[in-house]
């Protein structure tokens, strides 16, 4: 059993930022990879960025260069920067664990952007 909890959302202007942290805790033994999700009203689920075991990272194209991911194996937590936020941005995000071949999910932070 994984639980993954994810905090730091909030509402912020367009051009602010905010981090977004995710705390994972239960039996964990090897991450495959570790991302965020979001999904806006009416869209389905999309992945913005995720991190391999290995470092390897991406990002979908309209978060590059604004977002970036991180995590702190110590501490059991995954991070997701985020700079120079838009309206289109706006969303509940969603931290996701792989492990084992199964995949685990928070229960989502809301994120608005407007002015």
């Known amino acids: 059993q994984v639980q993954l909890v994810e905090s730091g959302g909030g509402l912020v202007q367009p051009g602010g930022s905010l981090r977004l942290s995710c705390a994972a805790s239960?039996?964990?033994?090897?991450?495959?990879?570790m991302g965020w999700y979001r999904q806006a009203p009416g869209k389905q689920r999309e992945l913005v960025s995720r991190?391999?075991?290995?470092?390897?990272?991406n990002y979908i194209a309209s978060v590059r260069g604004r977002f970036t991911i991180s995590r702190d194996n110590a501490k059991g937590t995954a991070y997701l920067q985020m700079n120079n936020l838009k309206p289109e941005d706006t969303a509940v995000y969603y931290c996701?664990?792989?492990?084992?071949?199964?995949?685990?999910w928070g229960q989502g932070t809301q994120v608005t952007v407007s002015s």
């Open positions: 996701n664990l792989e492990q084992d071949g199964r995949d685990y």
């Open positions: 239960g039996i964990i033994f090897s991450i495959n990879a």
């Open positions: 991190m391999t075991n290995t470092g390897s990272t």
